[in-house]
């Protein structure tokens, strides 16, 4: 089989499973994958995805507990623990990498995160509720579902800002809150390079005031959803980089439409594409090629992924370094973990110091290998190398020489192939698969 096969189910996808066959034609098996639906895993104990109003209701509940003086309530840990195996079961044991790993990219591109505590049981349906089903859609279409999550509202401190001049700024304690605005411009649109100001942020600001969540306690009022509050909206037309965006709910929609298709968000849209799936620095016109279809696309995220990997530098040799979370899965992939290992996942990927929806802030996870070849990082690598072998051994997955060829292909070195070899135990040789150079990269 061609190297090409090798790099689809590697770098575009999440390793090979064993005993996977690798995909005959890789760039039709990537583009057949654009087509499918990014289907959401189902927790155990549910009869349904739960809602972003369960997870509310969970965090209340718990809150509520805790007033009246009860033993730690758990609700909303429970909640989040269901959705995370849950997701990490789909990423061992779906037939679609590619598009999984675009969820994976745009829901860090787009952080939340369990540290804040409201946030952690509204996870899984900030993930199934504003990014799957986007993921091969509009850019702008997933940044308005973003936007007008609760998990991103209540992430980002939006729920109770107020305009100046709003009703709502005569309350005691109640204000402008800039954080919303400052990482849609910073992180999530058009970065640094477009040249906005602090007066650009503060207006964007008064742009998004009123944008709340509904009261779970009133019937009136879409409980757990968005909901626009006028009465904290800042009154009057605004200008942000120059464009005037009038008051109310529509001003602001106008304003993340404007900044979905802005140039320098196509940029830097291309440029994360880029660093992501061909290398930590990624040739310039790599960035100018998917910037050029996004902008002619209007931000399609199907149409640049299609032109990501029809770009030559894409199917060169695998050297990005595997994330601790990617590492982790390609490794129980790699000797046929099924859906019941979601929950070692979740724990590789706590030893390996990425936990899953935890992203220390609201840049996400670092996707360059300087924030992850520590010394002390990589050993953890060997050690769960070490621990996954045994585990794996004493169940028979096979010969560890046979799974080199098979999830390595013609990355595999020769040394790597030698060591195995002469390995003292099948345990020792399936160590040093795991743990090789070859298989930290992607």
């Given at each position: 089989?061609e190297?090409?096969?090798?790099?689809?189910?590697?770098?575009?996808?999440?390793?090979?499973?064993?005993?996977?066959?690798?995909?005959?034609?890789?760039?039709?098996?990537?583009?057949?994958?654009?087509?499918?639906?990014?289907?959401?895993?189902?927790?155990?104990?549910?009869?349904?995805?739960?809602?972003?109003?369960?997870?509310?209701?969970?965090?209340?509940?718990d809150?509520?507990?805790?007033?009246?003086?009860?033993?730690?309530?758990?609700?909303?840990?429970?909640?989040?623990?269901?959705?995370?195996?849950?997701?990490?079961?789909?990423?061992?044991?779906?037939?679609?990498?590619f598009?999984e790993?675009?969820?994976?990219?745009?829901?860090?591109?787009?952080?939340?995160?369990?540290?804040?505590?409201m946030?952690?049981?509204?996870?899984?349906?900030?993930?199934?509720?504003?990014?799957?089903?986007?993921?091969?859609?509009?850019?702008?279409?997933?940044?308005?579902?973003?936007?007008?999550?609760?998990?991103?509202?209540?992430?980002?401190?939006?729920t109770?800002?107020?305009?100046?001049?709003?009703?709502?700024?005569?309350?005691?304690?109640?204000?402008?809150?800039?954080?919303?605005?400052?990482?849609?411009?910073?992180?999530?649109?058009?970065?640094?390079?477009?040249?906005?100001?602090?007066?650009?942020?503060?207006?964007?600001?008064?742009?998004?005031?009123?944008?709340?969540?509904?009261r779970?306690?009133?019937?009136?009022?879409?409980?757990?959803?968005?909901?626009?509050?006028?009465?904290?909206?800042?009154?009057?037309?605004?200008?942000?980089?120059?464009?005037?965006?009038?008051?109310?709910?529509?001003?602001?929609?106008?304003?993340?439409?404007?900044?979905?298709?802005?140039?320098?968000?196509?940029?830097?849209?291309?440029?994360?594409?880029?660093?992501?799936?061909?290398?930590?620095?990624?040739?310039?016109?790599?960035?100018?090629?998917?910037?050029?279809?996004?902008?002619?696309?209007?931000?399609?995220?199907?149409?640049?992924?299609?032109?990501?990997?029809?770009?030559?530098?894409?199917?060169?040799?695998?050297?990005?370094?595997?994330?601790?979370?990617?590492?982790?899965?390609?490794?129980?992939?790699?000797?046929?973990?099924?859906?019941?290992?979601?929950?070692?996942?979740?724990?590789?990927?706590?030893?390996?110091?990425?936990?899953?929806?935890?992203?220390?802030?609201?840049?996400?996870?670092?996707?360059?290998?300087?924030?992850?070849?520590a010394?002390?990082a990589?050993?953890?690598?060997?050690?769960?190398?070490?621990?996954?072998?045994?585990?794996?051994?004493?169940?028979?997955?096979?010969?560890?020489?046979?799974?080199?060829?098979?999830?390595?292909?013609?990355?595999?070195?020769?040394?790597?192939?030698?060591?195995?070899?002469?390995?003292?135990?099948?345990?020792?040789?399936?160590?040093?698969?795991?743990?090789?150079?070859?298989?930290?990269?992607?």
């Amino acid at each position: 089989m061609e190297p090409r096969s090798h790099t689809a189910a590697i770098r575009f996808g999440l390793g090979l499973r064993l005993g996977e066959a690798l995909p005959a034609d890789p760039v039709a098996w990537l583009d057949q994958q654009l087509t499918a639906e990014a289907r959401p895993p189902l927790p155990a104990g549910f009869d349904a995805p739960p809602s972003t109003r369960q997870g509310l209701a969970a965090f209340r509940a718990d809150r509520e507990a805790q007033a009246r003086g009860e033993a730690q309530p758990d609700n909303a840990t429970r909640l989040f623990r269901a959705e995370a195996i849950a997701q990490a079961e789909r990423l061992l044991t779906t037939p679609e990498p590619f598009l999984e790993r675009l969820v994976q990219f745009w829901a860090n591109h787009f952080t939340c995160s369990r540290r804040a505590a409201m946030v952690g049981p509204l996870m899984g349906a900030y993930v199934r509720e504003a990014i799957r089903p986007h993921v091969t859609g509009s850019f702008a279409g997933m940044l308005r579902a973003v936007v007008q999550h609760p998990a991103m509202l209540a992430y980002l401190d939006n729920t109770n800002s107020a305009g100046p001049a709003s009703p709502a700024a005569a309350r005691p304690g109640t204000g402008l809150n800039e954080n919303l605005a400052r990482e849609i411009l910073e992180l999530h649109t058009v970065s640094p390079a477009a040249g906005y100001t602090q007066a650009d942020v503060t207006e964007f600001a008064k742009v998004l005031t009123g944008w709340s969540i509904g009261r779970l306690d009133q019937a009136e009022e879409p409980g757990g959803a968005f909901m626009f509050r006028p009465f904290r909206h800042q009154p009057g037309a605004k200008l942000v980089m120059g464009q005037r965006f009038e008051e109310g709910l529509a001003g602001g929609l106008a304003a993340l439409q404007w900044l979905a298709t802005h140039p320098a968000t196509c940029t830097h849209l291309a440029t994360k594409l880029a660093r992501h799936f061909i290398a930590d620095a990624p040739p310039p016109h790599c960035v100018a090629a998917l910037a050029a279809v996004l902008r002619d696309t209007g931000g399609d995220l199907a149409a640049v992924a299609r032109a990501l990997v029809r770009l030559p530098e894409a199917w060169a040799p695998l050297t990005k370094l595997r994330s601790p979370q990617d590492y982790v899965i390609a490794a129980l992939r790699a000797v046929g973990a099924g859906p019941a290992s979601g929950a070692a996942a979740l724990a590789g990927f706590n030893q390996l110091g990425q936990p899953l929806w935890a992203a220390p802030g609201p840049n996400g996870w670092p996707d360059e290998a300087a924030a992850w070849v520590a010394p002390e990082a990589l050993m953890r690598r060997a050690e769960f190398a070490w621990a996954l072998a045994g585990r794996t051994v004493a169940s028979g997955p096979g010969p560890a020489r046979d799974m080199a060829a098979a999830t390595l292909g013609p990355s595999a070195r020769a040394e790597t192939l030698t060591a195995i070899a002469q390995a003292g135990s099948e345990r020792e040789a399936l160590t040093l698969l795991l743990a090789s150079p070859e298989f930290q990269r992607r």
